[in-house]
């Protein structure tokens, strides 16, 4: 498995976010601290798995938090924003939104 540098990670959230007309977090200091996570899970795993969440380093297990994850849209759809932040809706951006801490979606039994 090759490394993935964060310029890797960069191309590929940008490319997620292009591709679902979705907006990256606004912090650029915070944004460089999800890519760090990003980058980190993905060598550690082999996988883009959600920086803000603990994986079991199994991809079948961690199927549901594997970026974007399974809780991306529903998060988005009520808050604006996933539950890392990563990826905010337009219309949150528009109206000056700031992402911010939210509740978890992922049941208790898929924690690690």
Same mark, same amino acid.
């Given at each position: 498995?090759?490394?993935?540098?964060? &310029?890797?990670?960069?191309? !590929?959230?940008?490319? %997620?976010?292009?591709?679902?007309?979705?907006? #990256? +977090?606004?912090?650029?200091? !915070?944004? &460089?601290? #999800? %890519? &760090?996570?990003?980058?980190?899970? =993905?060598?550690? =795993?082999? =996988? !883009?798995?959600?920086? /803000?969440?603990?994986?079991?380093? %199994?991809?079948?297990?961690?199927?549901?938090?594997?970026?974007? /994850?399974? @809780?991306? %849209?529903?998060?988005?759809?009520? =808050?604006? +924003? /996933? @539950?890392?932040? #990563? @990826?905010?809706?337009?219309? !949150?951006?528009?109206?000056?939104?700031?992402?911010?801490?939210?509740?978890?979606?992922?049941? #208790?039994?898929?924690?690690?």
């Amino acid at each position: 498995m090759a490394k993935k540098t964060k &310029d890797h990670v960069a191309e !590929f959230i940008t490319s %997620v976010a292009n591709h679902k007309k979705w907006i #990256l +977090h606004p912090d650029k200091e !915070f944004l &460089d601290m #999800l %890519v &760090d996570g990003l980058m980190t899970n =993905y060598n550690r =795993y082999g =996988y !883009f798995s959600c920086p /803000c969440r603990a994986a079991a380093g %199994v991809r079948g297990k961690d199927a549901d938090i594997i970026c974007p /994850c399974a @809780y991306c %849209v529903p998060d988005q759809k009520e =808050y604006g +924003h /996933c @539950y890392c932040g #990563l @990826y905010c809706t337009p219309a !949150f951006i528009k109206k000056g939104g700031k992402p911010k801490p939210i509740p978890e979606r992922r049941p #208790l039994e898929k924690d690690a």
